[in-house]
């Protein structure tokens, strides 16, 4: 149905860039450099300068991208690593996946997003790292965690897969980009991310020479010489023809994430005036630190309402997701493995209040307009 109304519109986007997409995918089918490419290095140095000027690898997933920033570290079995409770499954998994430890904290009610005190709960003498988790498209306060973490030797992973392109100011007024300030930064490029391409595909950022070419070393079979290998790696690569598209679409990134964030505003406008003091509901809360590049527009619902809302909104027509129902301690993956650093109570709440509207970058008055009276009309 050309106006039923969808999370994402992958579609819509896709139509108004197609000659270039088009003719980029042509291209990597012309030249057959399907692994590898001059596309890739192309699109890696383009993102390289998007990205503060950081070293770029790119690889197969965000989750990959994840595993590999762990390996080059040279994490062992037995270190632990803070990561916060209410995230996407993916940040946690790879650190138990290489037998380290996941310590889990609290996440703020607000933001969403860990908080320097929530990190400091996390701390023991086996620490090594922390990944911070941009969440829905807001930074974490990364300038207190940058500190906590260089006070005690601590590598910071970012995991960015949801806010490619925002950005973060510093308090001496320096700004930089998610991904960009922590030891190495993670993202993925899967379809629906604010930078997505038509497959799967991720990337790595880092500041430190040394550091990206060991990154580089543990994507490709941990060799830099054909053959020739060096230490345990992996096998995880970005395709050329995902990296076409990547190159076309980054150039739109930064409109992207203003489109996102325009209909964000105007959702939060709306639902303000029909909910002054957020009785039925709250709305997402904004740092003046970071952008918001609303990766996803997230309300949390009162009163055990939310299942009864989406539900309501399905009915209508409304498509609407929760992202995610339940806090890391709570899956039964994670229960044997994992310290929990600290009560976890908001990451708790969080999941069992929250549910994601349709946002993305073709959105129009009239869709928004149908959303929020589907909304309303359920609490009204
Ligand atoms: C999507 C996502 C990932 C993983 O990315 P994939 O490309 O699906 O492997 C990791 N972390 C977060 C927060 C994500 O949203």
Request: hydrophobic share 40%.
């Given at each position: 149905m050309a106006n039923q109304i969808q999370m994402i519109d992958l579609k819509g986007q896709y139509l108004k860039i197609k000659d270039e997409v088009d003719a980029g995918i042509q291209a990597v089918i012309d030249d057959t450099a399907f692994i590898n490419g001059p596309a890739v290095k192309q699109f890696s140095e383009h993102l390289s300068r998007y990205m503060d000027g950081r070293y770029v690898t790119t690889c197969a997933n965000g989750t990959d991208a994840l595993q590999i920033a762990l390996m080059a570290l040279g994490l062992r079995p037995g270190d632990e690593v803070i990561v916060p409770a209410f995230t996407?499954?993916?940040?946690?998994?790879v650190i138990a996946l290489l037998g380290l430890t996941p310590v889990m904290v609290d996440v703020d009610y607000g933001t969403f997003n860990v908080t320097v005190e929530n990190v400091k709960k996390g701390l023991s003498s086996k620490t090594k790292a922390i990944i911070p988790v941009h969440l829905f498209g807001?930074?974490?306060?990364?300038?207190?965690?940058?500190?906590?973490?260089?006070?005690?030797?601590?590598?910071?992973?970012?995991?960015?897969?949801?806010?490619m392109g925002a950005e973060y100011s510093f308090s001496d007024g320096r700004k930089a980009k998610t991904g960009a300030m922590g030891t190495i930064g993670c993202t993925s490029f899967f379809p629906t991310k604010n930078l997505g391409c038509y497959g799967d595909g991720g990337a790595i950022f880092t500041e430190d020479e040394e550091l990206a070419e060991r990154i580089h070393m543990v994507a490709n079979h941990g060799q830099r010489v054909k053959y020739h290998h060096d230490v345990i790696g992996c096998n995880?690569?970005?395709?050329?023809?995902?990296?076409?598209?990547?190159?076309?679409?980054?150039?739109?990134?930064?409109?992207?994430?203003a489109a996102r964030h325009k209909a964000a505003a105007y959702y939060t406008e709306r639902f303000k005036a029909f909910d002054p003091e957020g009785k039925y509901f709250i709305t997402p809360?904004?740092?003046?630190?970071?952008?918001?590049?609303?990766?996803q527009y997230t309300l949390k619902?009162?009163?055990?309402?939310?299942?009864?809302?989406?539900?309501?909104?399905?009915?209508s027509g409304i498509p609407?997701?929760?992202y995610y129902p339940l806090p890391l301690q709570e899956q039964t993956a994670f229960k044997h493995i994992t310290r929990a650093a600290e009560a976890l109570e908001n990451s708790r709440a969080c999941a069992y209040s929250?549910?994601?509207?349709?946002?993305h970058t073709e959105m129009t008055r009239e869709i928004q307009d149908r959303v929020i009276a589907a909304v309303e009309s359920f609490f009204a």
């Open positions: 996407y499954v993916a940040s946690a998994e807001q930074s974490c306060d990364m300038e207190p965690i940058l500190e906590f973490a260089k006070e005690h030797g601590l590598y910071i992973i970012e995991d960015n897969a949801q806010a995880s690569r970005l395709d050329s023809i995902q990296a076409a598209i990547l190159d076309v679409k980054l150039k739109h990134l930064d409109e992207y994430c809360e904004e740092m003046p630190e970071s952008t918001h590049v609303y990766h619902i009162k009163d055990g309402k939310r299942d009864g809302l989406k539900a309501h909104l399905a009915q609407s997701m929760i929250v549910l994601s509207l349709p946002i």
